[in-house]
């Protein structure tokens, strides 16, 4: 008889981004769907990551450079490099925003590697439970 061990999956990669007026409203959602986060790894720009381990201390979230002095361009690198499964960016479409490039950029390369992206709570809430199939 021969015995098959299952690999345990690896661990959902998550990217959080919000812009400054989405920040709050990151913190809210990741406090509502802490249990859901809590088995992945999270990666989030500078301040966006602070907020969240303000609220969900019990999360472990690894924090980049500030949006714009570059945290975008890391999370895009390692989404390039194929490190993330799925992008939360919270976008405020009513604010302009000096880095609008290296947003779109972001954005950009989420759609040319084929991640999910979440860009209001209501999906990133639907794309939670996903899980990333090799």
Same mark, same amino acid.
């Given at each position: 008889?021969?015995?098959?061990?299952?690999?345990?999956?690896?661990?959902?990669?998550?990217?959080?981004?919000?812009?400054?007026?989405?920040?709050?409203?990151?913190?809210?959602?990741?406090?509502?769907? =802490?249990? @859901?986060?809590?088995?992945?790894?999270?990666?989030?720009?500078?301040?966006?990551?602070?907020?969240?381990?303000?609220?969900?201390?019990?999360? #472990?979230?690894?924090?980049?450079? #500030?949006?714009?002095?570059?945290?975008? @361009? @890391?999370?895009?690198?390692?989404?390039?490099?194929?490190?993330?499964?799925?992008?939360?960016?919270?976008?405020?479409?009513? #604010?302009?925003?000096?880095?609008?490039?290296?947003?779109?950029?972001?954005? =950009?390369?989420?759609?040319?590697?084929?991640?999910?992206?979440?860009?209001?709570?209501?999906?990133?809430?639907?794309?939670?439970?996903?899980?990333? @199939?090799?």
């Amino acid at each position: 008889m021969t015995e098959t061990t299952e690999t345990p999956a690896a661990p959902l990669t998550i990217a959080l981004v919000a812009h400054d007026a989405k920040k709050e409203e990151m913190a809210a959602f990741a406090e509502a769907h =802490r249990h @859901q986060l809590a088995g992945t790894k999270l990666y989030a720009t500078g301040t966006t990551g602070a907020r969240v381990m303000e609220r969900c201390p019990e999360l #472990s979230v690894t924090r980049l450079k #500030s949006g714009p002095l570059g945290g975008d @361009q @890391q999370i895009g690198a390692m989404i390039a490099e194929g490190r993330i499964d799925m992008l939360i960016f919270f976008v405020d479409p009513l #604010s302009p925003h000096p880095h609008d490039v290296d947003v779109k950029a972001l954005m =950009r390369l989420a759609l040319v590697y084929d991640i999910p992206m979440a860009l209001n709570p209501a999906t990133a809430a639907l794309l939670l439970p996903l899980k990333v @199939q090799g």
